[in-house]
């Protein structure tokens, strides 16, 4: 059953080629540079969990300036497409319960939780805007 639409069923914003999406609701987002890599990278603590890639993401703040505007062009060019490469993976660490049993906690690999840390305003602001009562 899961297997059926392999290859057949996918998001409506790939495949897009140079076309973007431009929703009403979504304002034009600022592109990312390397200041904010580094601003970013430094606000992870030192004994934040690595992912599958084993790369502690503040160290994308030890890259030289032209690494960090490199690490944002191609962060700008993954928003372009509207979709992440299908070999980044999610780490799956099981934390053991007070009480017994296990936690399951998903570590994202290091590039995609800086992205998010850089766009955390823009989706604060979203919610704001798109928060219905209705929701919940």
């Known amino acids: 059953m899961w297997h059926a639409f392999a290859g057949t069923a996918t998001a409506p914003w790939r495949n897009l080629g140079n076309l973007t999406l431009r929703f009403s609701w979504m304002p034009e987002r ?12 430094k606000c992870f603590k030192d004994r934040t969990g690595r992912g599958a890639d084993d790369f502690h993401p503040r ?7 032209a690494l960090r505007q490199a690490v944002a062009e191609f962060l700008n060019r993954l928003e372009e497409l ?3 490469p299908t ?6 660490k099981l934390i053991p319960k007070a009480k017994g049993g296990n936690r399951p906690i998903g570590l994202l690999i ?4 800086l992205w ?3 766009r955390v305003h ?6 704001v ?8």
Not at 59 to 65: H, I
């Open 116 to 118: 998010e840390r850089m």
């Open 82 to 84: 509207g979709y992440w």
């Open 30 to 41: 600022r592109r990312l540079n390397g200041d904010d890599v580094l601003i970013a990278g």
């Open 59 to 65: 160290w994308f703040a030890l890259l030289t300036p």
């Open 122 to 127: 823009e989706v604060r602001k979203w919610k």
């Open 129 to 136: 805007l798109a928060f219905r009562g209705y929701n919940w």
């Open 87 to 92: 070999q980044i993976h999610t780490l799956i």
């Open 110 to 113: 290091s590039i995609v939780r």
